[in-house]
């Protein structure tokens, strides 16, 4: 099979340093080896995420993290903020596990609103508050400055749980200021790894609640990870290879520096969205709310974009071709984690090729 060029908004594209990196020799789990390793991620992950909330390792998707939001938080009810295809499935996974959820639901595309959010907790219903900043299936980016701004003035018991999947590690997310309590990604996004691992900052004030709350299982109650975080360990056998992988990537970021890189992430939307424009097409995400790690595009063009996909191919490229309902109407291009602004200019000038030549190549 040829090797693609992923530039799907996850997984993304996972260069072969890296994958040379998590291919070294096992360790022991219950070894000094080990425990060096998860001090050196746990530090690392801390200064990228400018906090000094604990940060947990686990061996799974993310989709396992929205429930340990869940069940380590809601004591009452909680309020669920749903603007695309992940927040929704999230905010399914609460009524799964017999919480009672309200919505606040936006067309897909629209940001999520501070005064919707303060216009539901007002009624005083709501113990825990959970969004999406970043939704992959719309590449919107809600603003988290004010949402913060909004919860520490008048909401200052309520818990907020933020999804960061295709944020985390390509977008600055300053969770101490912002006073997230409960942060959670996958590493196959901005992150730049396979698939099948997730991270997570969890805020004192939501191990307190959690101390208190009943019905958590095992898994996901935080707890469960007490005795062994403090030996720099996690309660069951992790994924080596990933944490192999996490302090890699994290060399990197070091390397590259925490501005540069938010930088070249910010660079590249802006990049890509004139590039769309240019081509006189728009975006699906609303103005002002565009992400930095991805572009939906409204294929006003009418661009033939299953011949697009089969000409790139063709050509060493794996594209979008937009999220369930938005297939061929709205497409996505990830510009995150191992993609620098070279791999981006690659990719689009394939695209203009194509397009430029369209009776050739029937787009
Ligand atoms: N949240 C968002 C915003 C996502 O984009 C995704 C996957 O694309 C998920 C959650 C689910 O992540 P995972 O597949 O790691 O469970």
């Not at 080990?34 to 990228?48: A, C, E, T, Y």
């Not at 993310?62 to 927040?87: P, Q």
């Not at 977008?171 to 996004?189: A, Y």
Request: charged share 20%.
């Amino acid at each position: 099979m040829k090797n693609l060029k992923l530039f799907i908004p996850g997984p993304t594209h996972v260069p072969n340093d890296i994958l040379q990196a998590m291919g070294k020799n096992q360790i022991g789990h219950r070894t000094p080896e080990i425990s060096n390793l998860i001090n050196d991620i746990k530090k690392g992950v801390q200064s990228l995420l400018y906090t000094k909330n604990k940060i947990l390792l686990t061996s799974n998707p993310a989709t396992a993290l929205w429930e340990m939001g869940i069940v380590n938080s809601v004591s009452k009810n909680i309020l669920h903020a749903v603007n695309g295809a992940f927040s929704q499935k999230w905010s399914k996974v609460s009524s799964i596990c017999n919480y009672n959820v309200e919505e606040i639901n936006y067309d897909w595309g629209q940001g999520i609103k501070v005064d919707d959010i303060d216009k539901l907790l007002s009624t005083g219903k709501f113990d825990v508050f959970a969004m999406v900043h970043n939704e992959t299936s719309t590449g919107v980016m809600s603003n988290l400055n004010e949402i913060s701004e909004l919860l520490n003035r008048k909401y200052p018991d309520v818990i907020w749980l933020v999804d960061a999947v295709s944020s985390m590690a390509g977008v600055k997310i300053e969770v101490d200021r912002l006073g997230i309590d409960f942060l959670l990604s996958s590493t196959q996004k901005a992150w730049g790894l396979p698939a099948g691992f997730s991270l997570c900052s969890v805020s004192d004030k939501m191990y307190r609640k959690s101390i208190n709350l009943k019905n958590k299982g095992y898994y996901f109650d935080l707890m469960t990870y007490e005795k062994s975080y403090s030996k720099n360990q996690t309660p069951t056998t992790p994924s080596i290879s990933h944490l192999f992988g996490l302090q890699y990537i994290l060399s990197k970021i070091y390397k590259e520096g925490l501005e540069n890189r938010w930088k070249r992430h910010l660079d590249m939307s802006v990049h890509t969205k004139e590039w769309a424009l240019k081509h006189n097409q728009n975006l699906f995400s609303e103005n002002g709310y565009e992400s930095y790690t991805l572009t939906c595009i409204n294929n006003n063009q009418n661009w033939n974009i299953n011949n697009l996909n089969k000409e790139l191919l063709q050509r060493g490229f794996r594209m979008d071709r937009g999220y369930g309902q938005l297939r061929g109407k709205a497409f996505r291009i990830a510009h995150m984690g191992n993609i620098y602004q070279q791999d981006l200019d690659e990719y689009l000038n394939n695209i203009d090729d194509i397009i430029s030549n369209r009776g050739r190549y029937e787009v």
